[in-house]
């Protein structure tokens, strides 16, 4: 069964840092580029960072760029979402999908990251 379990998350205040983590299981790792969109209540769904084994592209939304960063420890099909200078703004729940794009076919179970100001 193709899953993917993340952890990491919590409340931190503004300036904070944070770390998800999503493990996959279940599918080829070097198939699918993984990554993280975030919803908040009120909010659209964004698409926040993708990282793509493949070719070891890498994609940020503005509004996260120069602050998150997504890397992966491949032998253990890792993700990890790191998250410095957090904002309140950067409130959602965190949800790490492959592939990455319209057509998702994973996705992890949702972390909240809550930043308080």
């Known amino acids: 069964e193709a899953q993917l379990v993340e952890s990491g998350g919590g409340l931190v205040q503004a300036g904070g840092s944070l770390r998800l983590s999503c493990a996959a299981s279940?599918?080829?790792?070097?198939?699918?580029?993984i990554g993280w969109i975030r919803q908040a209540p009120g909010k659209e769904r964004e698409g926040v960072s993708c990282?793509?084994?493949?070719?070891?592209?890498?994609y940020y939304a503005d509004s996260v760029k120069g602050r998150f960063t997504i890397s992966s420890d491949n032998a253990k099909n890792t993700v990890f979402l790191h998250m410095n200078s957090l904002k309140p703004e950067d409130t959602a729940v965190y949800y790490c999908v492959a592939p990455c794009g319209p057509r998702i076919e994973y996705w992890g179970q949702g972390a909240q990251v809550t930043v308080s100001s």
């Open positions: 279940g599918f080829t790792f070097d198939d699918y580029a």
């Open positions: 990282f793509s084994k493949s070719d070891g592209s890498t």
